[in-house]
């Protein structure tokens, strides 16, 4: 994500937990990169200069991960790309979707927008490799159409797949892609919507 979002000149900035892990992980990627920038700090200090805060980190770490973030993301729109998954299956989490817990936690701090469930990590690394289309969900419609305007820099055609509250259906989908990627020996199965637009 940090490469294709720096190919067309987004700053990106990567967070983790050991600053000195983020600071290695951009060491790799600077080399694969011909402009933009890309800086990597511990978690906190990396949210600080962001207007987009991409929470994507396993769901078992998730509700720990936004609860640690609040209070320093007034003003940010979250992107929350988070599938909960037991052993690579779907489940719905107490709050409805990854995304309404973060909603819960954040209680209106930020306004929170599931998106990029269904991309691969995989395609997202091969620069060539067409993405699959990126279903947008969420409860506040300006917060959306910016993250559906950033997430279009990366090459993928976005849809407004409408509120929060489908966020569920969306995440789950990823339980559905890595059965596909199993079943049929692949790697960056995704969804590509048709009958609109065409
Ligand atoms: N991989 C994909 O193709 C893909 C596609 C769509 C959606 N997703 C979703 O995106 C999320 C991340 O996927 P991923 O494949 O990138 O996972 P990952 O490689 O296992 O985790 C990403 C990063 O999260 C941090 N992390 C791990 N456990 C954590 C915890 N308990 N608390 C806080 N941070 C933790 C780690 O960074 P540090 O150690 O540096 O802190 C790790 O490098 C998941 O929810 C996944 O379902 C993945």
Redesign the pocket.
């Known amino acids: 994500m940090a490469l294709r979002l720096a190919a067309p000149g987004v700053k990106v900035i990567i967070?983790?937990?050991?600053p000195a892990?983020?600071r290695a992980?951009v060491d790799s990627l600077r080399p694969k990169i011909n402009q933009g920038v890309i800086e990597g700090y511990a978690?906190q200090e990396a949210v600080q200069q962001a207007e987009f805060v991409v929470i994507?980190?396993?769901?078992?770490?998730?509700a720990?991960?936004v609860a640690g973030l609040k209070g320093q993301l007034r003003d940010k729109t979250v992107i929350d790309?988070?599938?909960p998954?037991n052993k690579g299956r779907p489940f719905v989490p107490p709050a409805g979707s990854?995304l309404q817990e973060a909603q819960e936690i954040l209680g209106g701090e930020a306004p929170v927008i599931g998106a990029?469930?269904?991309?691969?990590?995989?395609g997202?690394q091969d620069a060539a490799s067409s993405l699959g289309d990126v279903l947008v969900c969420g409860d506040d419609a300006a917060a959306k159409k910016k993250v559906m305007e950033l997430i279009k820099r990366i090459g993928a055609r976005t849809f407004d797949a409408g509120p929060a509250s489908h966020g569920y259906v969306i995440e789950g989908l990823?339980g559905v892609l890595i059965y596909l990627n199993r079943k049929y020996k692949s790697k960056h199965a995704s969804v590509r919507v048709t009958g609109i637009g065409e």
């Not at 967070?15 to 050991?18: A, P």
């Not at 994507?56 to 770490?61: Q, T």
């Not at 990029?116 to 995989?122: E, G, K, Y």
Request: charged letters at 15%; aromatic letters at 4%; hydrophobic letters at 50%.
């Open positions: 967070g983790s937990r050991d892990k983020a992980v978690n994507a980190v396993p769901y078992e770490g998730h720990a991960m790309a988070v599938v998954l990854a990029l469930h269904n991309i691969s990590a995989v997202l990823t």
